[in-house]
């Protein structure tokens, strides 16, 4: 069986039909979706969100939906994520790990590509993160009537260049690997036979709602317990001077193939 682990915040709940229906697409078949709440809020709050959430899996077709009440922090989903997959995973299943944010593309259904890789020995595949952003180099917000690939139709690479960020992540994995935190790297290194193709995880982070992204994980607490936090602050700096949008000398523009290393 071909399964999901994504875990998301409340806003990208309207997001969910577009994700669905990308990934239902390419074949999966089981959906393990968490809605990630931070505790701070009220009671009736976190209650709302999680009914809305549960309304739109079942909407879906989705039976079904975890929740988590946590602070927000990568070692966390680390170990939601565990649980989920020792739990609900076997080991001849195959899990696409991606964020909310991130659509993954390949040359094939994964129905077609997972016999190949299981024939071949190969464990897990890795992704390459390509950058979408609006045609003006503007941060418009999600529109759940419009199509994400067309409000954000420029592929370019700006996360590395701009921030340092880490864009490399794995996209594909047998059911028996386990993620470090962030899903970069498998959990005990470089252990497991993997795919010499890439595959491209378009990442489509560049909308209304991310400054606020950034200033949160800019918080005296977000940095004392991640070290990435320099990336947002990179960002944050980066668009403020430039009246909140990409300059256009900053775009690389990107035609990186299906299957392509980088």
Request: proline residues 5%.
């Amino acid at each position: 069986m071909i399964c999901l682990i994504c875990t998301l915040e409340q806003s990208k709940i309207e997001w969910l039909p577009q994700f669905v229906r990308h990934y239902r697409g390419l074949g999966v078949e089981k959906f393990l979706l968490t809605l990630q709440q931070e505790p701070h809020l009220e009671a009736s709050e976190i209650a709302g969100h999680f009914a809305r959430f549960s309304q739109m899996l079942a909407a879906l077709g989705i039976d079904g939906g975890s929740s988590l009440v946590e602070s927000y922090d990568s070692s966390v989903l680390k170990r939601h994520h565990r649980f989920l997959q020792d739990s609900l995973v076997s080991r001849q299943d195959w899990v696409v790990w991606t964020d909310s944010d991130e659509f993954q593309v390949y040359p094939y259904r994964l129905d077609a590509i997972v016999p190949i890789l299981d024939r071949n020995g190969v464990q897990l595949v890795n992704g390459y993160m390509i950058d979408r952003i609006a045609a003006d180099g503007t941060l418009p917000p999600f529109n759940p009537q419009a199509s994400i690939w067309e409000t954000y139709p420029i592929a370019c690479l700006l996360s590395e260049p701009l921030s340092g960020a880490q864009v490399r992540k794995v996209a594909l994995a047998r059911g028996d690997v386990r993620m470090d935190t962030g899903n970069h790297r498998p959990d005990g290194g470089n252990s497991y036979r993997i795919s010499s193709q890439w595959v491209q995880i378009h990442h489509f982070k560049w909308h209304g709602g991310v400054i606020d992204t950034l200033e949160f994980r800019m918080r005296p607490e977000w940095q004392e317990k991640c070290a990435w936090w320099v990336e947002s602050q990179r960002f944050h700096d980066y668009l403020r001077t430039n009246n909140w949008k990409f300059r256009e000398q900053d775009i690389l523009a990107t035609r990186l193939p299906i299957g392509a290393a980088p």
